[in-house]
């Protein structure tokens, strides 16, 4: 009898992979408004060949999944964030340590879906982007050479960052970053 649970479990675990997820976070909170609290978890599965580990965010049916190299004893974390005061969204921010820093994910919740607004690689601090709540987030990005400050504003639709020109000389430079 223990043989045949021991098998129907590892059976399991082969067709299912993620059943091998280890929960690290849960949040309740209400994300997209509705007055009803989300109950979200964060959960990640153990490492491949490659040293690269799977970091998932679920809400019920909703998830987001990223991969990445994750440092041993690194910091894995979600809470939620303001964007915009104005509206009665919230949003996730999942940041992720890393060797050389941090990365952000900024997500977005609409029912039965999560969206990536913004993937942000921090600076070794592993600070969180600026978020004034005035929909607008301001993050050190990386670009040749080395990083500088870029500021993106939460569309109207809540599910979409657009950038803002570095300047008055790029006029109609924005670009927009949409849900994928």
Same mark, same amino acid.
């Given at each position: 009898? =223990?043989? #045949?649970?021991?098998?129907?479990?590892?059976?399991?675990?082969?067709?299912? &992979?993620?059943?091998?997820?280890?929960?690290?976070?849960?949040?309740?909170?209400?994300?997209?408004? %509705?007055?009803?609290?989300?109950?979200?978890?964060? #959960?990640? !599965? /153990?490492? *491949?060949?490659?040293?690269?580990?799977?970091?998932?965010?679920?809400?019920?049916?909703?998830?987001?999944? =990223?991969?990445? +190299?994750?440092?041993?004893?690194?910091?894995?974390?979600?809470?939620?964030?303001?964007? *915009?005061?104005?509206? !009665?969204?919230?949003q996730l921010a999942l940041t992720v340590q890393q060797a %050389?820093?941090?990365? +952000?994910?900024?997500?977005?919740? =609409?029912?039965?879906?999560?969206?990536?607004?913004? &993937?942000?690689?921090? /600076?070794? *601090?592993?600070e969180l982007p600026s978020l004034a709540g005035d929909g607008?987030?301001?993050?050190?990005?990386?670009?040749?050479?080395?990083?500088?400050?870029?500021?993106?504003?939460?569309?109207?639709?809540?599910?979409?960052?657009?950038?803002?020109?570095?300047?008055? +000389? /790029? &006029?109609?430079?924005?670009?927009?970053?949409?849900?994928?």
């Amino acid at each position: 009898m =223990t043989a #045949a649970i021991a098998a129907a479990w590892l059976c399991a675990l082969l067709l299912n &992979p993620s059943a091998a997820a280890k929960e690290l976070q849960r949040l309740y909170v209400d994300l997209d408004g %509705d007055s009803k609290v989300e109950a979200i978890s964060l #959960a990640t !599965s /153990e490492s *491949d060949a490659s040293g690269r580990s799977q970091i998932s965010v679920r809400i019920g049916s909703a998830a987001f999944s =990223t991969d990445h +190299h994750i440092v041993p004893q690194g910091r894995i974390e979600m809470r939620a964030i303001v964007i *915009d005061r104005q509206r !009665s969204e919230r949003q996730l921010a999942l940041t992720v340590q890393q060797a %050389d820093g941090c990365v +952000h994910h900024l997500l977005a919740y =609409t029912p039965r879906r999560l969206v990536r607004l913004l &993937p942000i690689v921090g /600076e070794s *601090d592993c600070e969180l982007p600026s978020l004034a709540g005035d929909g607008v987030v301001e993050a050190a990005i990386w670009e040749d050479p080395g990083s500088r400050k870029a500021r993106y504003r939460l569309g109207s639709d809540g599910l979409s960052m657009t950038r803002e020109a570095r300047s008055a +000389h /790029e &006029p109609g430079q924005a670009a927009q970053l949409r849900a994928r």
